[in-house]
Nanobody, 124 residues
Framework: QVQLVESGGGLVQAGGSLRLSCAAS????????MGWFRQAPGKEREFVAA????????YYGDSVKGRFTISRDNAKSTVYLEMNSLKPEDTGVYSC?????????????????WGQGTQVTVSS
């Protein structure tokens, strides 16, 4: 089992920045690929970003490319999501997820473990 706890969400004005963290406990964090997803009210879950277990490759959803950066610190069992130039459409609950094996990083149903999520609200 892997337990994931997100933090860092909040209310920010458009154009601002936030840094989300996802702390993992349980099995060896470094064995897991990690992803961030978000869900806005009334909308489907959307892939935001993912990072390989080794940290040497990352992937982004089209809507966040160039604005968000995913990173990880395996020594701290933590994955981060740096969000810049935030827009109102970035509003949603952001959840991190972990998977041992992944074929498509953007497919949420391939992730084994999920956190509870943290709310991000971007005001215009």
């Amino acid at each position: 089992q892997v337990q994931l706890v997100e933090s860092g969400g909040g209310l920010v004005q458009a154009g601002g920045s936030l840094r989300l963290s996802c702390a993992a406990s349980g099995r060896a964090f470094s064995n897991y690929h990690m992803g961030w997803f978000r869900q806005a009210p009334g909308k489907e879950r959307e892939f935001v970003a993912a990072i390989k277990w080794s940290g040497d490759r990352s992937y982004y959803g089209d809507s966040v490319k160039g604005r968000f950066t995913i990173s990880r610190d395996n020594a701290k069992s933590t994955v981060y999501l740096e969000m810049n130039s935030l827009k109102p459409e970035d509003t949603g609950v952001y959840s991190c997820a972990a998977a041992r094996l992944l074929v498509l990083y953007s497919q949420g149903n391939q992730y084994e473990y999920w956190g509870q999520g943290t709310q991000v609200t971007v005001s215009s």
